[in-house]
């Protein structure tokens, strides 16, 4: 191989970051976020990737995964990920393993563009020039004042749909979600996330309820480990009601098994979590077989590239926390336009560069 594509150089760090706000979901609190971040370089340039997971991820990659990478062919991506899923075998793939792996992967679809000077989209070939986006946010810790203002904010902005948190408190669900159509009026989609805090019953129930509010998302109503619960309510739900999980996706397996369970309206994925650009690839032709809609769950300017290569992708979660970040972060974010992410051609990659010395002071 030319000398220039041999990968000499990997690293990794991980950074937490404070919230903004304390937040919660349905099922879950959390005050801070963890990206770890993974670099890897050949010919003078430097690859990036990153996932949003525990810090014990970066010494998995660098135990396991960066003695796979180094000196190996930075053209030939697809082997590097092979090699890397082979090393997991007895680790198990879901959880921090496939989180890994993504962050590596990501890094190594960058770099390769990088070397030939061409941004991600052109190097796997556009679908679309752009992708739509949803605000995402509308935690359950937030007042309603707060709900209205954050989700309305996006509106006003021009981002077509927005979506809140229910379940923590089920009886304040319905008032919460009358405040959001409020707030955002009547042209804007109200979606919701509930992150499986419902039971099967109280999923449909809801679900009926949210009707006069123009609720056209439903999030994992219940856990999307219950894929009869999913596909119970997918069927039941009101005309015009989109069901949507798929977030906790690690591998391809686990998503043709939603798939050919008919769980899901609209079938998310993540690169951060499901093994990288790679798999969420995998995931996209599943979806194109079942002739589903994608979409991309949170980490936007991760995801941006990769979704203009994808014909039937649906959107991309704008997530409040995570557009946080890498604005914070990363040279090149992208802002909304019209509620659109357009990728700037004239970078090579996926566009962005690390801002190490403002990202220090976060450094695990």
């Given amino acids: 191989m030319p000398k220039d594509y041999v990968i000499g150089s990997a690293s990794v760090t991980a950074y937490t970051v404070p919230t903004d706000f304390p937040e919660s979901d349905g099922t879950l609190e959390w005050d801070k976020t963890t990206m770890v971040l993974v ?11 990153y996932t949003y997971a525990d810090a014990a991820t970066a010494k998995l990659i660098e135990a396991t995964l960066f003695p796979l990478i180094r000196g190996a062919d930075s053209m030939n991506v697809p082997a590097c990920w092979a090699a890397m899923r082979h090393a997991i075998r007895n680790l198990g793939r879901p959880g921090i393993c496939s989180m890994a792996i993504a962050a590596v992967d990501s890094a190594l679809w960058d770099l390769k563009a990088k070397l030939l000077n ?26 309603i004042d707060q709900l209205q203002k954050q989700l309305a904010g996006w509106a006003n902005d021009g981002i077509k749909a927005v979506k809140m948190k229910i379940g923590r408190e089920p009886d304040q669900d319905i008032k919460r979600v009358k405040a959001a159509r409020e707030a955002i009026g009547p042209q804007t989609a109200l979606y919701v996330d509930a992150n499986g805090a419902y039971s099967r019953k109280q999923a449909l129930s809801m679900a009926n309820e949210f009707v006069e509010f123009d609720v056209t998302w439903f ?18 739900a009101p005309v015009g009601m989109d069901i949507a999980a798929g977030e906790y ?10 798939l050919d369970a008919g769980a899901v309206d609209v079938q ?17 032709a599943l979806c194109d077989a079942a002739n589903l809609p994608m979409s991309a769950h949170t980490s936007p300017s991760l ?9 039937r992708l649906r959107n991309i979660e704008y997530f409040h926390d995570h557009v946080r970040i890498e604005k914070m972060l990363f040279d090149g974010v992208i802002e909304p336009v019209e509620g659109r992410l357009n990728p700037d051609l004239s970078r090579p990659g996926i566009g962005l560069e690390f801002k190490k010395a403002d990202a220090q002071k976060y450094a695990v």
Avoid: N, W
């Fill in 219 to 236: 999030e994992e109503p219940v856990t999307s480990d219950d894929l009869e619960g999913l596909r119970l309510i997918r069927d039941r």
């Fill in 39 to 49: 670099q890897a370089g050949a010919g003078g340039k430097m690859g990036i990737g």
């Fill in 249 to 258: 996706g690690y591998d391809v397996v686990y998503f043709k098994r939603m």
């Fill in 268 to 284: 998310q994925a993540d690169a951060t979590r499901c093994a990288g650009i790679s798999e969420f690839l995998r995931v996209g």
């Fill in 118 to 143: 061409i941004p991600l989209v052109s190097l796997l070939g556009a679908a679309q020039p752009s992708v739509e986006i949803y605000g995402s946010g509308g935690f359950t810790s937030y007042s």
């Fill in 303 to 311: 995801h941006l590239h990769p979704c203009c290569a994808l014909a």
